[in-house]
């Protein structure tokens, strides 16, 4: 079983920034994809940004491109989401993800995934 734990959320006004961390309980962390997701109240779930385990594959969606950046650290079993110029549109809860397969590409799609964290808050006021 893997866990995941989020941190780094709050209340931010538009334009500002958050750095989101995922820290996943897994010894062998650095041979998978970590992605993040994010639900808005009364939206379905949707694709935020993935990584691969090599950090060379890396996928956003269309609305956060050149403002959100995902990275990693395997020495720290940790995956990032550098969030700047937030808008209040980018209000959700937001959930790191990592799934079974060994070195796979950055998946887009939530069924991609086996292992999702509890959610952190992000409010971002106008």
């Known amino acids: 079983q893997v866990q995941l734990v989020e941190s780094g959320g709050g209340l931010v006004q538009a334009g500002g920034s958050l750095r989101l961390s995922c820290a996943a309980s897994?010894?062998?962390?650095?041979?998978?994809?970590m992605g993040w997701f994010r639900q808005a109240p009364g939206k379905e779930r949707e694709f935020v940004a993935a990584?691969?385990?090599?950090?060379?594959?890396?996928e956003y969606t269309d609305s956060v491109k050149g403002r959100f950046t995902i990275s990693r650290d395997n020495a720290k079993n940790t995956v990032y989401l550098q969030m700047n110029s937030l808008k209040p549109e980018d209000t959700s809860i937001y959930y790191c993800?990592?799934?079974?397969?060994?070195?796979?590409?950055?998946?887009?799609?939530?069924?991609?995934?086996?292992?999702w964290g509890q959610g952190t808050q992000v409010t971002v006021s106008s």
């Open positions: 990584i691969d385990w090599r950090g060379r594959n890396i």
């Open positions: 993800s990592t799934n079974m397969q060994v070195s796979g590409p950055a998946y887009r799609v939530a069924a991609r995934y086996d292992y």
């Open positions: 897994r010894r062998t962390f650095s041979l998978y994809t």
